[in-house]
């Protein structure tokens, strides 16, 4: 049977990239502030980044002495960042921190979930996993016309993301 890991790698990398053009594309369409629906829409994010987390935890890893077993193991600590950010944007919403209190925490986000996007271009992604990483990029794309429009945007997210 012809391994067919590459063609699975472009497609979900395919998916991904657009899912990163729909986020820059509606960041440029502002929406006014609206907190349950914003919190709504983190709380969604939580979901789906927990699934996609679970998701790589439930595919056996790349043998320690494959070239990818570094870079799995990377893509797995990033995805318990996200998932952690993701929760603490939540936990955030749901005490009344509006778009300011919450801004820092979203730019976080974006610019951890690019840095995972990078490393898993180094790494055979299941499909279990990239179509959960589709659903969390979907969501993540609702909340930016919230926060735009962000600087980020223009800037590239290539600076380091701030602490607080």
Known sequence: MPRRAP????????????????SS????QSLEWDQPRVTAVAQELKDATHQMRRALRRQPPP?????????????????????????????RLEAGRGHDGTLRI???????????????????????????????????????PFYAPDPLDSAGDETAPEQG
Not at 7 to 20: D, E, F, Q, T, Y
Not at 25 to 28: P, S
Not at 77 to 86: C, F, M
């Open 106 to 144: 979203y730019r976080r986000l974006r610019v951890s979930i690019r840095n995972a996007q990078e490393n898993a271009r180094r790494v055979f992604i299941p499909d279990a996993v990239g179509s959960r990483g589709q659903v969390a990029l979907e969501v993540l794309s609702r909340l930016a």
């Open 7 to 22: 063609a699975r790698i472009v497609s979900v990398m395919l998916l991904v990239g657009l899912a990163l053009g729909a």
């Open 63 to 91: 043998n320690m002495g494959s070239m990818q077993a570094h870079s799995w193991q990377r893509l797995a600590d990033q995805l318990q960042l996200i998932e952690r950010e993701s929760r603490e944007l939540v936990r």
């Open 25 to 28: 594309h509606a960041a440029a």
